[in-house]
Each structure stands twice: as C-alpha cells, then as structure tokens.
C-alpha cells in the first residue's frame, strides 16, 4: 500500500473494502492523496498516454503496455476488458479483453433483441444507469448478480470493477479490470484508475470513432472510395480516374415484383438479390462502388495482372451470380422467380464528389460507366441474362458469340455485344 499519505494508511483488512466516494472526487483532491512518487509517477504514465498516435500502435502492444504500467503504479491488473458499442453493417458493439499470460482476443457483439440479456444482466447497463462504478468484491458476491460473477470466480478472480468512460456522441465505452491478489484494489489503487480513466477513455473513444469512421465509410460508399474520402478528398470536383471491368447488374422488372408486397418486403427482396451478387464481386476482388435501387455498380481494377485478369475476374464474378440467382429461385417454389440482367465492359470509371453547397455524393461517372448502363438496358431486350461489349471481349482474350449491333440512347453509333459460348442457346 506505499503511496498514501501516513494520514491514509488502512489496515490491510480494509483494502478489500474500498472508499466508495473516490471515484466521484476531482482529481485535484485525488493527486492530494497521494505521496509525491505515486503522484508524479501517475503523471507520467498520464502523460504517456496523451502522446499516444490513435490507430498507430498495435492493440495487443498498446493494451499490454496499458496494463504493465498500470501494474507498476501499484493497480495489479490481471484481467483487463474494454467494451465499445459501435454502428456498423455487421456489429453493434466491439469488446477486447486482455489477460495477463494469455494476451489480448476480440469479440465482435449483435445485439439480438432491443434489450438484449447480454446487457441487461451486465455490470455495464449498472455502470451507465447509475453513474458509479460498478465494483465488486467477488468472494462475498452472490453469482446471480451479474451474468459475468461465475465466470470471474471460475477464473480465480477476486476484485473487479466496471465504469463507464465518456464517451461521444452514440458511443458508450466501458473499461472492466480484474485482479487475482489476496489485497484486491485498494484505495490506492483506485485512486490511480480514478485518474487515468479519463485520459484512457479518450484515447480509445478516439481509435474507436476512427474504427467506425472507417468501417461506415467502406460500407456506404466502398473500399477505394472510402480511402479516398479519408484522406482528405471531399471537395466537390475532385474526381480519380481508373482503368477497370464494369460489371452493371440489375433486377428485371422490380416494380412488377415489388407491386404486390410492402415497402419492408421489398427491400428484403432486394437485399437477398444482392446477396447472391456481392459475395461473388468481393471473391474476385472486385468493388461495388453503387447500389442503384434494384441494381448496382462494381468495378475489378486493372491492379497490375492486365486486363486480361480483371475481365475474366469480372465474367466469373457475372456467371456465379446468375448461378446464385438461379438457386435463391429455386428455394422458393411457387413465387415469381427473380431474372437479372448483367452487362460487362471495360474502360475508364471516374469517381469523385458531385453536387452542390454541403451535399455531396461520392458517385461514379463517365462515358464507360453509361455505355455499361446502356448495354444493360439491352438484357431484358434481347433476353439475354449476360452481356459483354466488344471492348469486354478483346481485353478478355477468349472468344465470344456475336448477338448483333444495337442502337442505344445517348451513343450515336450502334453498340456490339456479345455473349459467352457457354450462354448460346
């Protein structure tokens, strides 16, 4: 227990059953109590943390670095735990627990129901409802008081804290520490946790928002575009031009489909269509860059392996879609099947930022992106479920069946198209 003013000295007994008014002091009184080492050793690892680059040091170093220094000024961490509640496509919260030996594991949290029992049966919902930290004894607290009690006795845990750290707006953060020593937390301690959550909570609410910056931006507007925007290109006009296949996908006759069911239904049926094209793009190392409605937009770059690769990368990608269509239709027998229509070109996509005053839209542009377009207008036309232009065809290196010469809007010569032998009725 060195560190405290003689004033402050307890008898070891009492360690275990800590001062519950120390969270709530400023910390001018809390540096008070401390003696001179302590308080300018606390500084110091304050100070450490506030010169830490968010997103620029490994987790599993910077976590286990957290933890040793917190060891050294006295704050036996054994079991260390944050929990972030984050707004992506696929999660709803990411937690990551460190153990002294064992290292640092993540786990990805799906709420599965509004008051999911996960939370309501957690020292974090205790924690956020009251304002104090939630801090607990082990051996005189009874399992049935957290979800979380038998676990940490199993382990051989004894003391355990849970506070909530501010956080920003539509995040909540929570730190949890755990420790195996016969003293628990003492005073001390706490009072050093007192200090430091604060600094810690702003450096993970920080890499966290930075995390779902990232993760919300790739979602929404895809994987190069995202990268795009973080760094720094978001002015209106500023657009990248880039060599590529272009796959155009879309629904045929999605109003004749959706005419008969809700609002909610439709966009059920539109993301199980989606569902079989995505997964087949991404295979492949393709990009959706738009969602259109029934439709959507996906480039495959010319990264370096020629157009040759990106072209048959992008016809693989067209014929498991359809294949995947095929299969969600045969799943469900006796509804309307679902017909797709897929074109394939390859040339320039520019994207960039389009509008006017503070709307903005990261949107794809350019002759090759319309004349994509046009040529899916020629599917439902020609009963053709897969289309490639005569650019597609030359950059693809393999032979291809000639359907004809269309005129289509905008282009003032007519257009050639062509379809795989394997598609040739």
Request: with cysteine; charged share 25%; aromatic share 8%.
């Amino acid at each position: 227990m060195s560190g405290w003013r003689e004033s402050a000295l307890e008898a070891e007994h009492e360690a275990v059953r800590p001062r519950p008014d120390l969270e709530a002091l400023p910390s001018s009184e809390l540096f008070v109590l401390l003696d001179d080492k302590l308080r300018r050793d606390t500084m110091g690892a304050i100070d450490w943390l506030l010169r830490v680059t968010p997103g620029a040091t490994d987790p599993a170093v910077l976590i286990g670095e957290i933890c040793d220094r917190l060891w050294a000024l006295g704050v036996p961490v054994d079991r260390y735990r944050t929990s972030s509640t984050i707004a992506t496509a696929d999660a709803d919260a990411l937690g990551r627990t460190w153990v002294r030996g064992q290292g640092l594991s993540d786990t990805v949290y799906v709420r599965s129901q509004a008051d999911d029992p996960d939370y309501t049966n957690s020292p974090f919902r205790e924690a956020s409802e009251t304002g104090h930290w939630v801090d607990l004894w082990l051996p005189e607290t009874p399992d049935d008081r957290f979800g979380i009690v038998p676990e940490l006795k199993q382990d051989g845990y004894l003391h355990y804290i849970c506070m909530e750290l501010g956080a920003p707006v539509g995040i909540s953060t929570w730190l949890t520490v755990a420790t195996k020593e016969p003293q628990g937390f003492c005073d001390a301690s706490r009072i050093v946790l007192a200090l430091i959550a604060p600094v810690l909570g702003a450096l993970i609410n920080t890499r966290i928002t930075r995390l779902m910056l990232d993760r919300l931006l790739r979602t929404y507007v895809g994987d190069e575009p995202h990268r795009a925007i973080l760094n720094g290109n978001v002015k209106r006009g500023q657009v990248t031009t880039i060599r590529s296949a272009i796959l155009f996908a879309d629904m045929r006759d999605s109003t004749g489909h959706t005419a008969e069911i809700s609002a909610v239904e439709a966009v059920g049926l539109f993301n199980s269509v989606f569902d079989c094209l995505v997964p087949p793009i991404e295979t492949r190392r393709g990009e959706v860059l738009k969602y259109m409605g029934d439709g959507l937009l996906a480039i495959f770059r010319d990264g370096g392996d020629g157009a040759e690769d990106a072209t048959r990368r992008a016809l693989a990608a067209a014929r498991d879609g359809l294949a995947n269509v095929e299969t969600f239709n045969a799943g469900r027998p006796g509804r309307r099947p679902v017909a797709l229509g897929i074109a394939l070109h390859f040339g320039e996509a520019a994207y960039g930022n389009v509008g006017s005053g503070m709307r903005l839209d990261f949107t794809v542009i350019g002759r090759d992106v319309g004349l994509a377009s046009r040529i899916g207008g020629l599917n439902a036309r020609l009963a053709e479920p897969l289309l490639m232009s005569s650019t597609f065809v030359r950059k693809l290196g393999l032979e291809a069946e000639p359907i004809g010469a269309f005129t289509v809007r905008g282009f003032s010569t007519p257009v050639a198209v062509f379809r795989p032998f394997e598609e040739s009725r």
